[in-house]
């Protein structure tokens, strides 16, 4: 399985954007990236995905790397709630299976 | 409000004894996952299911957890025996079809096992 990057943890100032790194430089022309967050003492829940181009949601915008060795999840304007760890996923869609693969992804910090 | 539910909630059991937890699946979702979160090891994945029948259980250990779908509304995951190693929030989550859809997770099973 091709595995992602993220740095262990990051911080942010209320109301500011956040830019949260991935690397997943092995990614396969038919993976798609993902992303989930997970709130404290909450299961995770879906952010946004994507596959080569940019992508908006209410909840925030996901940026592919032209390579697509790399992407970043954009929180346009942190809130504390946003407080979270946040897993960036490749997801797996090999023989009909679409498995998610979490790994230790980034806690975000986020300052009044 | 479509959501997945995990029961119980919390369990604490004694060392040796056999621990079942539920979950009901979102209605209409023909795939199951269950999850294991440690802080040590973080989310692994378990199970999961489609359409009732064993995708991938790779990640389970077969000597004491089994995973079973007796129907599309309830998925179970048993061990027996329990070990403290055992001790965990257990999650489960659904999803609709094989393509990119989002997955839904529930709040989880938090276990000890003392």
């Known amino acids: 399985d091709a595995k992602t990057t993220q740095p262990n943890s990051m911080e942010s100032n209320e109301e500011e954007p956040v830019h949260l790194p991935c690397n997943h430089s092995t990614i396969s022309g038919t993976d798609y990236i993902h992303w989930y967050r997970q709130l404290p003492s909450q299961g995770p829940e879906y952010v946004i995905h994507g596959l080569t181009s940019n992508v908006n949601n209410r909840m925030a915008s996901l940026a592919i790397a032209e390579d697509r060795k790399s992407s970043t999840l954009i929180l346009h304007r942190a809130t504390l709630r946003d407080a979270a760890v946040y897993y960036c996923?490749?997801?797996?869609?090999?023989?009909?299976?679409?498995?998610?693969?979490f790994g230790q992804g980034t806690t975000l910090q986020v300052k009044p | 409000d479509a959501r997945v539910t995990q029961t119980p909630r919390d369990k604490v059991t004694e060392m040796g004894q056999e621990v079942t937890m539920r979950c009901q699946p979102i209605l209409g979702h023909n795939t199951v996952f269950w999850y294991r979160q440690t802080m040590k090891q973080g989310l692994e994945l378990l199970a999961y299911?489609?359409?009732?029948?064993?995708?991938?259980d790779s990640g389970m250990p077969k000597d004491r957890f089994s995973a079973e779908m007796p129907d599309a509304t309830l998925a179970t995951l048993k061990i027996q025996p329990s070990e403290p190693r055992d001790s965990a929030v257990y999650f489960c989550?659904?999803?609709?079809?094989?393509?990119?859809?989002?997955?839904?997770f529930g709040q989880g099973t938090r276990l000890t096992v003392v």
């Open positions: 989550a659904s999803r609709f079809g094989t393509q990119n859809t989002e997955a839904f």
């Open positions: 299911f489609r359409n009732r029948a064993p995708l991938d």
């Open positions: 996923i490749l997801r797996t869609f090999s023989g009909n299976t679409g498995k998610l693969i």
